[in-house]
């Protein structure tokens, strides 16, 4: 999170509120002083003068002859000299404001530190250096693990690119091979071809997430429909990995949403389920409408996923598994971008995981509606 550049102002505005705040008062309390100064002065005067009625002649006369002349320049001159006294310090205020705003463009860990007065000031800026540092800390650990991704890929690429090779050597250097031998070669460089196929489908989706910026194409979208084609789509997988799905669907879930965008984020999510699936295992969709949307929720058997790995599990290139292996192994993107596209629609995706289960909830509001609270 960028600290906030419309902060400045703010702060630099409710300072010198503060400080007019405690010159006025000061002023105040100067003039009250003046004014019980006067009176006892006058009272004081007029006692060594008392000889009957005369009192009220000698007051009055006082007043008369330094209430209305002396005393408002003296008040006047004392309020310049508090003016300029409270000035003095609103500078010196705002250029220690200035200067520790200034660090803000390249936080340290060091806390700002301004005058006592400043506390909530310095407060504010120390929150806006801890987030703008976060902030900071996460792009460099993001930016650190799509190195290492790429990196990782790159290297990935050479196994089944040689084996795709070598088998292919084969194939074309002794003709006379038996069919099943053949079979067995072209079998093995299809699957290396695929696993090629993937990785640098990978590389594109490194490349799309970080320069693209998604555009919606809104349409009414029935989701069951889209679910019932999608997981007929991973059938092959599921057989594959000796995994089910089961839906448990009403008969109709419309939302308004961009239908190719909000398939992906489906894709997204049982790719990952059964990614992450044991064999033997069961996929379950279920959901349900209200006026205010749409809620669906994937759940899948499969380890705890422990707090601090759940609480990053939709950030850029972070997989949870960090092992290379083909089963599981991915750029870290998928739910990542499952996020951006949900939050686009005004949506949200949350993730949960206890007893040995995973459930993702995706929540995507009804037109004119906003995201619940939570």
Known sequence: MKPETSSGPRLVSGLTGQIAGRFIGALGLYTLVMILGILFGGTFYASFTWHGDELLYKIAHFCLDYFFLVIPLAWLGGAVILFAFFWHRTLGYIEAVALASERLASPSPEPIHLPAPLFGVEAHLNLARENALRSAMLAKEAEQRKNDLVVYLAHDLKTPLTSVIGYLSLLRDEPDLPAEARARYTGVALDKAERLEELINEFFEITRFNLSRIELTLRRVDLVRMLEQIT??????????????????????????????????????????????????????????????????????????????????????????????????GAGLGLAIARQIVEAHGGRITAASEQEAVRFIVWLPAPGKPAPAG
């Open 232 to 329: 007929f789509e991973f059938e092959p997988l599921f057989r594959q990995k000796q995994l089910t799905c089961r839906l448990t669907l009403p008969a109709r879930l419309e939302a308004v949403c961009d239908a190719d965008k909000i398939s992906r984020v489906f894709d997204n999510l049982l790719r990952n389920a059964a990614g992450y699936t044991p064999p033997g295992g069961e996929i379950t969709v279920d959901g349900s409408a209200d006026e205010a949307g749409v809620l669906l929720r994937f759940a899948n058997p499969g380890p705890t996923i422990p707090p601090e790995k759940l609480a990053r599990i939709f950030e850029q290139f972070y997989r949870l598994d960090a092992s290379r292996a083909s089963s599981t192994g």
